[in-house]
C-alpha cells in the first residue's frame, strides 16, 4: 500500500493540474508516480521539466538502456516495467533485455552500447565513473549527450528512490 495515496486531476492543487493534464494526454492516463508528485507541484513540475529535457539529443535507445540498467540495479519494478516497454519503443529488443544483467559477456550489445551500460551501472553503484568509460562514451557521444545520459542516469536513480521511498504501485 502506498504510503501517500496518488491523487486524481481534480483533487490535485491547481499548480499540479495543467501538468498531470499534460501527462495524460501523452500517455493517455495518469501514471502514479506522477499523480502521487503532484501533492507537490514544483516537484512534480521539476521531474517532468527533467524528464522532457531527456528526449533532446541522446538517441533513445541510448536513454533506455540506461534508464532500464539503473532501474535493474535498484529493483525498482515500477520503472522497470514502464522503461522495458520504452525500450522495445526504442529499438532494444527482448534479448537485449533478458542479457541486461550480464551485458559485458554478452554479444547481444555493441561496444557503445555496452559503454552506456558500463557507465550506468557505475554511475548507479557508486555515484562515481571510471575516466576510462567516459572516454569510451566520448568516441560516439558529443558533450550534450553525455550530459543527457549523465541526467538519464540520475533521473532513473531518482525516479527509484522516490518510488521505493514512497511504495508508489504500478495501476
Known amino acids: 500500500m502506498p504510503h501517500v495515496a496518488p491523487l486524481q486531476t481534480n483533487d490535485a492543487p491547481e499548480k499540479s493540474q495543467p501538468i498531470l493534464k499534460a501527462i495524460e494526454k501523452k500517455f493517455g492516463q495518469s501514471l502514479n508516480i506522477f499523480s ?4 507537490q507541484p514544483d516537484v512534480l513540475g521539476g521531474l517532468t521539466q527533467i524528464n522532457d529535457g ?14 532500464f540498467k539503473a532501474s535493474q540495479i535498484n529493483r525498482c519494478d515500477y520503472c522497470s516495467h514502464y522503461h522495458q516497454q520504452a525500450a522495445k519503443q526504442a529499438g532494444i529488443s527482448d534479448e537485449q533485455l533478458a542479457a541486461i544483467d550480464n551485458f559485458a559477456d554478452s554479444d547481444v550489445f555493441d561496444d557503445q552500447e555496452k559503454a552506456v551500460l558500463r557507465y550506468t551501472e557505475q554511475l548507479t553503484r557508486t555515484a562515481q565513473v ?3 568509460v567516459v572516454e569510451q562514451l566520448k568516441a560516439f557521444l558529443d558533450e550534450p549527450q553525455l550530459v543527457t545520459l549523465a541526467a538519464a542516469v540520475a533521473l532513473a536513480n531518482f525516479t527509484n528512490r522516490f518510488n521505493h521511498g514512497l511504495d508508489i504501485e504500478l495501476p
Open 130 to 132: 571510471d575516466t576510462q
Open 54 to 67: 531527456l528526449q533532446n539529443d541522446l538517441p533513445a535507445k541510448y536513454r533506455e538502456l540506461a534508464y
Open 36 to 39: 502521487t508528485a503532484a501533492h
